[in-house]
């Protein structure tokens, strides 16, 4: 028998392979709290992974920014997971029709190179940065695959994987520590033109705290920790960025290198 977050899950998957715009959960399925909501979240992926779609290789965080609490109208973060299968490297291509609504955001990504697991005393900035191996410019492709992201609300958002849909990584930096990481510039250029930029400062103060943050948010939520090897996302520092077919797109931050990815039809 099926427990309430699997089918809860089902019918998030359902929605998501049709592309059908997703509206709210029944009542008696609907997360209560951010614990209920990221039980969701576990069984959706492991529904999807067993259906194709690759096995989880990394984390998104969501809503890091004030830019972007503001546009979904939240005043914490949230947490999502990416698949390996949506996964590109330096530049990407992508079709239009695979997605609702397709936009990128510009991030600052980090890859683990040990582990940060569940433990009672909370993770800070300092502690987080000796797990980190790499760091590296990231675009989050995201898709708004909602009848209406602000009346569905934030659990089942985050049930979702928080609008996840892929990533672009950038050339990995090792010898990263000579870098200011809460002082670096992220821009975004669609077509050439130059359309959004942002300081990486605006991501909890410094991205690290970020990283912190999901850190502890694991074990406030039962979750299993973060593995060396995977890779976070670690927030957006503009405001996310709306696609149509034909678009190219390339995000730079500072001391880090670029991305780059084509929408096709």
Same mark, same amino acid.
């Given at each position: ?64 920014? #004030? %830019? ?10 949230? $947490? /999502? +997971?990416?698949?390996?299968?949506? &996964? ?83 050339? #990995? %930096? ?10 670096? $510039? /992220? +821009?975004?250029?669609?077509?050439? &033109? ?72």
């Amino acid at each position: 028998m099926q427990t309430t977050a699997q089918r809860a899950a089902a019918i998030l998957m359902d929605q998501r392979l049709a592309g059908i715009p997703i509206g709210p959960l029944p009542t008696e399925l609907a997360p209560h709290d951010m614990t209920a909501c990221y039980a969701i979240q576990t069984a959706l992926n492991e529904m999807l992974t067993a259906g194709g779609h690759g096995k989880v290789v990394g984390h998104k965080i969501g809503c890091t920014t #004030p %830019v972007m609490q503001a546009f979904v109208g939240i005043n914490h973060p949230a $947490t /999502g +997971r990416v698949f390996d299968h949506t &996964v590109m490297h330096g530049h990407g291509k992508v079709s239009r029709k695979h997605f609702v609504k397709i936009g990128i955001e510009c991030e600052v990504a980090v890859r683990l190179a040990k582990d940060l697991l569940p433990r009672a005393e909370p993770y800070t900035r300092e502690s987080v940065a000796e797990a980190v191996g790499e760091v590296m410019v990231g675009m989050e492709l995201v898709d708004e695959r909602y009848t209406d992201y602000r009346t569905l609300g934030v659990r089942t958002l985050a049930a979702d994987d928080f609008y996840n849909a892929g990533c672009v990584l950038g050339e #990995p %930096v090792k010898d990263w520590h000579h870098l200011d990481l809460a002082n670096l $510039t /992220g +821009r975004t250029w669609i077509n050439e &033109v130059e359309v959004a930029s942002g300081n990486s400062s605006l991501v909890m103060g410094h991205p690290l705290n970020a990283l912190a943050w999901l850190a502890n948010a694991h074990g406030e939520h039962g979750l299993p920790g973060l593995k060396a090897g995977e890779f976070i996302l670690l927030g957006s520092v503009v405001e996310t960025q709306w696609l149509n077919a034909g678009d190219r797109v390339r995000i730079d931050v500072s001391g880090l290198g670029s991305a780059s990815l084509n929408v096709d039809e």
